[in-house]
């Protein structure tokens, strides 16, 4: 299989929001304090096109070249850590892989190249945040070599 990575664009939109939405749900199923809202849907809509279309965000989308089929997505916004260096970051928000793309190597070309296009827009270091009972997400990224930064805790109101 060939992959090809690619930014995407306005005309993404439908299946970019399809497949957040299908991360957004299983971050729910893996745990309830990820209790997603009713109209999720369109939530996700405009989420993502506000994305396309900020010069603060960037989605990259991994496509099967044999048939066009998206086979994963990863969104990251770049951050001014105002008090720190570097000062610009940028942070993955979304990554999803279809399910039959996965143990394929998708996710890491995806991080590879968002590593990448982030280094271009003046990032100096790549940050992911993702649920912490998420055992998936934590496995991958500390493969990838990402070591804790920061602890964020809750209290319900």
């Known amino acids: 299989m060939r992959l090809e990575v690619r930014l995407a664009g306005q005309g993404d939109a439908e299946q970019l929001s399809y497949l957040i939405a299908r991360l957004k749900s299983l971050n729910e199923e893996l745990d309830p304090l990820f209790k997603t809202v009713n109209n999720l849907h369109e939530v996700v809509q405009e989420y993502v096109r506000e994305s396309v279309e900020s010069d603060r965000v960037f989605i ?7 048939n066009g089929e998206i ?24 990554i999803y892989v279809k399910p039959k793309y996965r143990r394929r ?5 995806l991080l590879e190249r968002a590593k990448e296009e982030a280094k271009k827009r003046g990032a100096g270091m790549l940050i992911a ?22 602890v964020e805790k809750y209290v319900p109101l």
């Open 60 to 66: 990259l989308i991994a496509q099967n070249g044999e």
């Open 129 to 150: 945040v993702y649920p912490a009972n998420n055992m998936i997400a934590e496995s991958f990224y500390s493969r990838a070599g990402f070591k804790l930064l920061q």
């Open 71 to 94: 086979a994963g997505i990863v969104r990251v916004e770049m951050e001014d850590r105002l008090f720190y260096v570097p000062r610009i970051v940028a942070v993955i928000s979304d």
């Open 105 to 109: 190597k998708v996710a890491t070309l």
